[in-house]
């Protein structure tokens, strides 16, 4: 069963921080791999989606990795501002024959940047 | 292009009453999602629809949990009796074609 771990559970930064979310997956028969931003009473926004054959994807501040074979990504967030608050979760798509298209979750990270 | 729409926002019951939840997926998504969310927790997928059949619904809990997507559009899903366990926020959810998945802001259910 595919296992999702986000590392830190909770980071607080002042404005301005480079900083880096962690996800690990212990079953590499992924689809593709999605990064999600959730905001306190609200549902889950998608920030970047890697495939399985890529390596990363950017969008503006956002940069997210993807490394299969060590079962890692991670979300890069370039010059932090008090509007990125918010708890991030990546997802995984699943590839495997059981449970193909199923998506896992991790608990998220919560982020806090403060002015 | 309108989002996925849900209702009611939040609702309060007592345990072993009934409750039903609603989702309107973005238009001419075909495949819809109603995952439970815990607090403190990722969400966990319920059940998966492809228009009006269910592809996974392996991890739903029959015996009190059941959900219905009639002509393969909007759905709605109902728990029956609830218990304390069941206080979550359910997200619904769709796909567009890139995979990216939109969620709806989700319904929190406390009970009570």
């Known amino acids: 069963k595919q296992e999702v771990t986000q590392i830190p559970a909770a980071l607080s930064v002042p404005e301005g921080e480079n900083l880096v979310l962690n996800c690990s997956f212990t079953?590499?028969?992924?689809?593709?791999l999605q990064w999600f931003r959730q905001d306190p009473g609200k549902g889950l926004t998608s920030l970047l989606l890697i495939q399985s054959s890529q390596r990363e994807q950017t969008s503006g501040r956002l940069n997210a990795s993807l490394d299969k074979s060590s079962g890692r990504s991670t979300l890069y967030i370039a010059a932090s501002q008090p509007g990125d608050s918010a708890t991030y979760l990546c997802a995984l798509k699943s590839d495997r024959g059981s449970t193909l298209g199923r998506l896992y979750f991790g608990r998220g990270t919560q982020l806090t940047v403060w002015p | 292009e309108a989002g996925v729409a849900q209702s009611p926002r939040y609702k309060i019951i007592e345990k072993r009453q009934s409750v039903a939840f609603w989702c309107n997926p973005i238009s001419g998504h075909a495949t819809l999602y109603w995952y439970q969310q815990i607090l403190g927790q990722g969400p966990k997928l319920l059940i998966q629809f492809q228009n009006n059949g269910v592809v996974d619904d392996s991890q739903l809990p029959k015996d009190r949990f059941s959900a219905e997507r009639l002509k393969g559009v909007d759905s709605t899903l109902k728990i029956q009796p609830a218990k304390l366990e069941d206080s979550a926020v359910y997200l619904c959810a769709s796909p567009a074609g890139s995979d990216t998945q939109y969620f709806g802001p989700g319904t929190r259910l406390t009970v009570l």
């Open positions: 079953d590499s028969a992924i689809y593709n």
